[in-house]
């Protein structure tokens, strides 16, 4: 047994970790070892990925690649390959993954479980969207392949679907053209809230990727910057030197509290500001701008941190959003990571893929125990009057009405569960 | 590597070894001889490296790793199309080590992998090199060959077999153009160290092994600790006197 946590290190419960060493071998070992669960990279923040006292079956060592055609950008991996290894390998040969979340550090069969999403939303949809098949083996010792056309409840039920619909052991993904790895992006001053949705609702048509980072301890006005970006042809120029800082103790207490937090973010912004207009970007620190600070998550000290993030209809998004960063403000426990985006129309891949039309917001939250909790109810209170609802990757502790409420093809999911997984996040809001 | 390199890998179903290979796949070495004992096992490594590698001639080869003869015209059949540039003795197996007290099938199997097969892969292969006066012959041994400890002796004595014998193969090719590097992992995160793992044994990620590796070969050097620090580590451990090693539980 060994101890495990995940992104936002709530929890250290041990675990019995077992490791695939090849994708044929899968199969087998979830058979005679469960019940259990996928791990990825454990860059989920709360508990979808973890299973205290149990099992867990870690996918890194499934990294192989299996075909790449460069004519058409189609590329079939085992399910731990990661995300940043496709991108060093792909982008110098003119192709990219259409979605990637903010950090690069995760696995393909992570990124399909959580169905995530990036900055481009409104062009791209999620990682499933691109997902052409995947190959899914159940702890019954049946392995089956399903897509968009082919057991198409099967593909939808395991896009976002948290790991407990079987295990995926590989995927065709299709990756998208780029003309290198440069982005042309544009930085705007964002006074309030309503700059926000102008800028947001300004940029669909012309940009691709578009996200906003709030000044939460400037009030509920919403204040922040803006920024979007295309693709772009900006031909040989030198690449961003992999820099790495790491955090390398556990501080004893959270750096970020009400003392530390206000001047960061009024560097940041004040950093940010001062390069506002158009620039040519390198696309990591773009996509990625944490992934050089390695383990920043031990910032929030021993306790560890939540992340909130959720996601409100667009009818309702400027005033659900005001009354989230009013309550945040009141609280005086706002975090230096708050990134406001825009959900674009397209109707979700999976059955409980989080992304849906609206406008998300992501905060950290230093753990602060009842008071953060506290916080969070009336957080939810807003979210359940707005009919929105929570993104079960960085979740820890939402109640299972809100999660019920906000998924409502929850009951049609749960005939496609493996009755040989289970997780903490299952048990907390599925019963089992 | 520069382009049209060939590099014939023994084992390259380890996980050490498919490191190595995609970093020379990054590189774009010319062509790679994937040799091992399963066809399948081969083929998930060689669908790999060709979606790394562009412009890459990969083959794989299911070889006996036991019989002399065998090992002989496997390698006279692959020198002879053409001789190595890099020759890389990769296989291996932590064997249980009360399974090799108790059971001495186990222990002769242990042996055998760890030691007899390894000699013979290199001894196969250096002949041709010699002729040739060109290449470079690597092979695995591992920091558990330098000091017999009674946690796992029989593959630390297997793997001092390697060690002395690459010793004195590089003491034959010194006046040659041919390079004899012996590899010396420390407990590194692979397949073979999986239940270490899950009982909390620190062990080196094995990206960083393989970049180690790949470049002392380059180099030709003749000893490579891998991680590094395992040469200070090791050459301690080699010198402690009895009476504090004895008490020692490793
Ligand atoms: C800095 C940072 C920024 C982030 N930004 C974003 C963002 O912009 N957008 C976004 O959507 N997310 C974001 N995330 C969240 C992250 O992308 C997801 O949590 C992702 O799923 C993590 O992948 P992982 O490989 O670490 O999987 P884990 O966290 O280990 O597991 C996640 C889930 O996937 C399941 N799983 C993993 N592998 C398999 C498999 N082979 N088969 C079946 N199930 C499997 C697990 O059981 C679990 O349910 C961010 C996280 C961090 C730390
Ligand atoms: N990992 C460590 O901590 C460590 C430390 C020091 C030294 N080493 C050495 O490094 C080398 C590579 O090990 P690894 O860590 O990469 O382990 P690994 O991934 O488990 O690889 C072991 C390799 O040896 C092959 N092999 C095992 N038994 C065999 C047999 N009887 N006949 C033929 N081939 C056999 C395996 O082939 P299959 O795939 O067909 O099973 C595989 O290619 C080994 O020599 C090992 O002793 C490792």
Redesign the interface.
Known sequence: MVSVTSWGRLSHHAHCVTAFTSGAAVADVIRSTRPGLAHGMGRSYGDVCLNAGGQLWATRGLDHFIAFDAGTGRLVCEAGVLLGDIQRLMVPRGWMLPVVPGTQFVTVGGAIANDVHGKNHHVQGTFGDHVRWLSLARTDGETLTCGPDVLPGWFAATVGGLGLTGVIVAAELQLRPVPGPWLATETLVQADLDAFFFLSDASDAGWEHTVSWIDCLAGDAGRGIFMRANPVEAGERPEPVARTLAMPLVPPVSLVNRLSLRPFNLAYNALKKRQAGRAIVHYQPFFHPLDNVRDWNRMYGPKGFYQYQCVVPRAVGPEATRALLQAIARSGQGSFLSVLKTFGDRPPVGMLSFAQPGATLALDFTNNGGRTLKLFESLDAIVREAGGRLYPAKDARMPRDLFEAGYPRLAEFLTYRDPGISSDMSRRLMGN | MSARNKIVILGATS?IAQHCARLWAAEGAGEMVLVGRDA??LQ??A??LR??G?DMIISTRVADFADPQKIQAFADEIAGAGPPDVVLIAHGSLPDQAACQSDLAACREALEINALSPVLFAEAFVGHMERANRGTLAIIGSVAGDRGRKSNYVYGAAKGLVTRYAQGLQHRLAASAVRVVLIKPGPTDT?MT?HL????VALAPVEAVAARITGAIARGSLVCHAPAKWGLIMMIIRHLPWFVFRKMDI
């Open positions: 996980a399948a096992r998930v490594v669908d790999d979606v790394r562009r397949p999986a793992k899950s009982q909390g």
